[in-house]
């Protein structure tokens, strides 16, 4: 046989199947483009729980979906700071984000996501948000804030950060205490003796470097997570607040979602409140620990004499409605 003919027989063959190969691959489809894009604005970083909880619902969404929607998600205030944020999804421009208290801008009953001294702790919270007063919040939400609860995140309790010591209101005495934008919070702080000053979560940490603010108060994971251990020595352990967030949706984007996707991104919400719960637990004691490691000094408080010197305001803040409300949450609380 002719070598050359053999040769070119089989090259022939080989470039045949490169190009049957290179056609077959130019020919498939691309990957369809999603058609739904949700944006979130988180206040946390990429190494908070709740960050982590909308990536992991981001990716679940997608894949149950087949790539009908995609959930872009944008840590530390990158998009927006809370209240801009909710004005933001109001105005069709973002999609979803975190938020609690901050809705009392919107509607009053929002007050008993963060009210000071109400839950003691985990049970109590829960027991709420599952009763009358959660189903109440989620109605208003919806009507009056026109946002969509997709579930809820546990925040742990909140506690004072600063560079003396606290373990009585007495040590707080003019002491510029930074709050967020919730009047329960104002009310609790200066009934305490402390100068309040509300304020934007990314602007807290160079505030308290440069002395605008003395002190803040968050959870443990809050103080972790964006580094107030390099700018304040004292963990105060007041436990003032028990408190949660609910990941929201604006109801105008959810209800443009058909049928079948609103089904998949409801039951992508539920695993996504269960897989942050799940790292919350991991993370509350760890980032105590870190907390230490990096110098913080954990102070017992005097938290009977906390809740004394402020209960009285506190109640008094509230609108008649709403002193209903607490009387009647109180009530329950006793009877449990």
């Not at 959930?71 to 209240?83: G, T």
């Not at 742990?156 to 003019?174: F, K, M, Q, V």
């Not at 509350?284 to 870190?290: G, R």
Request: proline share 5%; glycine share 4%; charged share 25%.
């Amino acid at each position: 046989m002719n070598i050359r003919l053999l040769f070119n027989s089989s090259f022939i063959k080989t470039v045949s199947c490169v190009l049957i190969l290179f056609g077959f691959n130019s020919c498939k489809p691309e990957k369809a483009e999603p058609e739904f894009i949700l944006r979130t604005a988180l206040l946390v970083n990429e190494e908070h729980t709740w960050y982590k909880a909308f990536y992991y619902f981001g990716e679940i969404l997608e894949e149950r979906s087949k790539g009908r929607i995609k959930v872009e998600v944008y840590p530390s205030e990158q998009l927006a700071k809370e209240i801009e944020a909710i004005r933001l999804i109001q105005a069709d421009v973002i999609d979803m984000t975190t938020t609690g208290s901050t809705l009392t801008n919107w509607f009053e009953v929002a007050t008993f996501c963060e009210l000071p001294f109400l839950m003691q702790d985990s049970t109590d919270m829960n027991r709420y948000i599952q009763g009358p007063i959660g189903k109440l919040m989620e109605e208003e939400m919806i009507n009056k804030s026109g946002l969509r609860s997709l579930g809820h995140f546990e925040r742990g309790p909140r506690h004072l950060t600063s560079n003396r010591p606290i373990r009585h209101p007495d040590d707080l005495n003019g002491l510029i205490v930074r709050v967020p934008n919730v009047p329960s919070f104002v009310t609790l702080w200066k009934a305490l003796g402390a100068k309040p000053t509300p304020m934007a979560f990314s602007e807290v940490f160079t505030s308290l470097q440069q002395g605008t603010i003395e002190a803040q108060e968050n959870p443990f994971a809050m103080i972790n997570n964006a580094g107030f251990s390099e700018v304040q020595k004292y963990l105060n352990l007041t436990g003032h607040v028990m408190s949660w967030v609910y990941p929201v949706i604006g109801e105008k984007q959810f209800q443009r979602l058909p049928p079948d996707l609103q089904e998949f991104f409801l039951e992508a919400a539920k695993d996504m409140q269960a897989y942050e719960h799940r790292l919350f637990l991991e993370n509350e004691k760890m980032v105590q620990d870190e907390l230490r490691e990096k110098g913080m000094e954990f102070i017992e408080v005097d938290k009977d004499a906390f809740q004394a010197k402020c209960e009285e305001a506190i109640y008094n803040s509230l609108s008649p409605e709403m002193k209903k409300i607490y009387d009647q949450l109180k009530k329950e609380k006793d009877a449990s």
